[in-house]
């Protein structure tokens, strides 16, 4: 059964960066789309981003374009989503998600992980 375990949140300074990473253990996330999914405190749950299994296709919310990319490494069975240029309004428990092979855009996905906690703050 696939298990996904989020890591790299933190505390990070207005125009910092922060490298999450998606990882799985014992079973492998090649044929997975991995999506990553935020929700701050009294707010609703958001798609930022979300690669497909192939890595040829990719999303992104239009709040993140130009900040945030999302990769990732078979070889490692790890997905990333890195944040440069981070304002306050990016705090938020960040999620990773998978469903087999494609995104549906940046709608929610089946199987999620426990969330990593990201605050920018000064």
């Known amino acids: 059964q696939l298990q996904l375990v989020e890591s790299g949140g933190g505390l990070v300074q207005p125009g910092g960066s922060l490298r999450l990473s998606c990882t799985a253990s014992?079973?492998?996330?090649?044929?997975?789309?991995i999506g990553w999914f935020r929700q701050a405190p009294g707010k609703e749950r958001e798609g930022v981003s979300c690669?497909?299994?192939?890595?040829?296709?990719?999303y992104y919310a239009d709040f993140v374009k130009g900040r945030f990319t999302i990769s990732r490494d078979n070889a490692n069975n790890t997905v990333y989503l890195q944040m440069n240029s981070l304002e306050p309004e990016d705090s938020a428990v960040y999620y990773c998600?998978?469903?087999?092979?494609?995104?549906?855009?940046?709608?929610?996905?089946?199987?999620w992980g426990q969330g990593t906690l990201v605050t920018v703050s000064s």
């Open positions: 998600a998978a469903e087999p092979f494609s995104c549906p855009g940046l709608k929610p996905l089946q199987i």
């Open positions: 014992g079973v492998t996330l090649n044929y997975y789309a």
């Open positions: 690669i497909s299994s192939s890595g040829y296709a990719i």
